[in-house]
């Protein structure tokens, strides 16, 4: 063992001590629990980025959303093919209904909203200027399903937004 002193700034020295209450241990392990959690932290965003974790944990922790592997994906939405209308039907509505869950996180614009379900990995987002986004598909089966949602997000939305299907992307335009 090798002591090390340091000093804390007003802020730093408030989480030290709410910590220490909390975890009831001497500041020495809560130091090294700290330290440990950094290292954890440094190696998670070796592989995401914080703002993505940050993302995923949101998404998981309330158990409303689902982790599948691409090639389960695809065959999902193989199977489905055109679907039923009642099936399109409730896809537009939950578009409908994330339009509120999302203004309620703060997310005001197409970019933040699009940026924020580019998290779920149905796609990967292409910025092509400030009003024109393409989406590149993941899995391209699932198109009509990504462009249904955001037709549905987007129906209400207070400026007019555009949603373009292609063979492997979906190209979205605010005007």
């Not at 409730?90 to 998290?119: A, C, M, S, W």
Request: aromatic content about 10%.
């Amino acid at each position: 063992m090798r002591r090390i002193c340091a000093n804390f700034d007003d802020e730093s020295l408030a989480i030290l001590e709410k910590y220490s209450s909390k975890y009831k241990g001497s500041t020495a392990n809560l130091l090294r629990r700290a330290i440990l959690c950094l290292k954890n932290c440094e190696e998670l965003q070796e592989k995401a980025s914080w703002k993505k974790i940050v993302a995923y944990v949101d998404k998981l922790a309330n158990m409303e959303h689902l982790i599948i592997d691409i090639a389960d994906g695809k065959a999902i939405f193989t199977e489905i093919g055109q679907g039923s209308e009642k099936f399109w039907s409730e896809i537009y509505e939950i578009g409908q209904q994330h339009l509120k869950e999302y203004q309620d996180k703060g997310l005001k614009t197409v970019r933040q909203i699009l940026e924020h379900v580019e998290n779920t990995n149905w796609y990967k987002l292409s910025i092509d200027s400030e009003d024109s986004y393409t989406l590149i598909l993941a899995v391209s089966e699932a198109r009509k399903f990504v462009k249904t949602f955001f037709e549905g997000i987007f129906k209400n939305y207070p400026r007019n937004v555009e949603i373009i299907e292609e063979f492997k992307k979906i190209r979205i335009r605010v005007t």
